[in-house]
Antibody
Framework: QVQLQESGPGLVKPSQTLSLTCTVS??????????WSWIRQHPGKGLEWIGY???????YYNPSLKSRVTISVDTSKNQFSLKLSSVTAADTAVYYC??????WGQGTLVTVSS | QPVLTQPPSASASLGASVTLTCTLS???????VDWYQQRPGKGPRFVMR????????SKGDGIPDRFSVLGSGLNRYLTIKNIQEEDESDYHC?????????????FGGGTKLTVL
């Protein structure tokens, strides 16, 4: 069964870049046919899609975040990553990675604070 | 793009049944919706996809037969029968819209289910 695990700093300073990595096990990102997403959840709120990367490397982002988001993939490590630039306190959230709708990581809390 | 609306809370007694509702905005009555279960402190877990004809595809891994779905008009329903303590969770609905550079994945606000 495919499993996903998010990793990265839990604390980021305002104006800096948030960087997270999702490590996939039990399946290969490069095997094709799936898109790999980042989603976040503000404290006590609903889910917000950030963007996804297709196995071919094509990326698609939420228009509301597009100017600050970069998603990349490293198939040799079976990982994909998220970078969110110029963060503010409004970016404090639990960040999840997912394989389409089927498999989700457990999430990682990122707090933006000086 | 569609907007998904969910009531913020629901409750049901142990062993009873409950139906959760996700309502699509006007004009999106043909859209499929995905249901997710999120237990406290955990990531969302895919339950199943629903369209106007009912379930689309297969249930998520380990989802018991007590869970079922229906779709009618703008509403997509998740019914849980014989509710167990382990069913106490937040339930989210989601839908994808468009393709390529026009793709968006939207979610409702979630319903917190309390088992009494």
């Amino acid at each position: 069964q495919v499993q996903l695990q998010e990793s990265g700093p839990g604390l980021v300073k305002p104006s800096q870049t948030l960087s997270l990595t999702c490590t996939v096990s039990g399946g290969s990102i490069s095997s094709g046919g799936y898109y790999w997403s980042w989603i976040r959840q503000h404290p006590g709120k609903g889910l917000e899609w950030i963007g996804y990367i297709y196995y071919s490397g094509s990326t698609y982002y939420n228009p509301s975040l597009k100017s600050r988001v970069t998603i990349s993939v490293d198939t040799s490590k079976n990982q994909f990553s998220l970078k969110l630039s110029s963060v503010t306190a409004a970016d404090t959230a639990v960040y999840y990675c997912a394989r389409e709708r089927f498999n989700w990581g457990q999430g990682t809390l990122v707090t933006v604070s000086s | 793009q569609p907007v998904l609306t969910q009531p913020p809370s629901a409750s049901a007694s142990l062993g009873a049944s409950v139906t959760l509702t996700c309502t699509l905005s006007s004009g999106y009555s043909n859209y499929k919706v995905d249901w997710y279960q999120q237990r406290p402190g955990k990531g969302p877990r895919f339950v199943m996809r629903v369209g106007t004809g009912g379930i689309v595809g297969s249930k998520g891994d380990g989802i018991p037969d007590r869970f079922s779905v229906l779709g009618s008009g703008l509403n997509r329903y998740l019914t849980i029968k014989n509710i167990q303590e382990e069913d106490e969770s937040d339930y989210h609905c989601g839908a994808d819209h468009g393709s390529g550079s026009n793709f968006v994945w939207v979610f409702g606000g979630g319903t917190k289910l309390t088992v009494l």
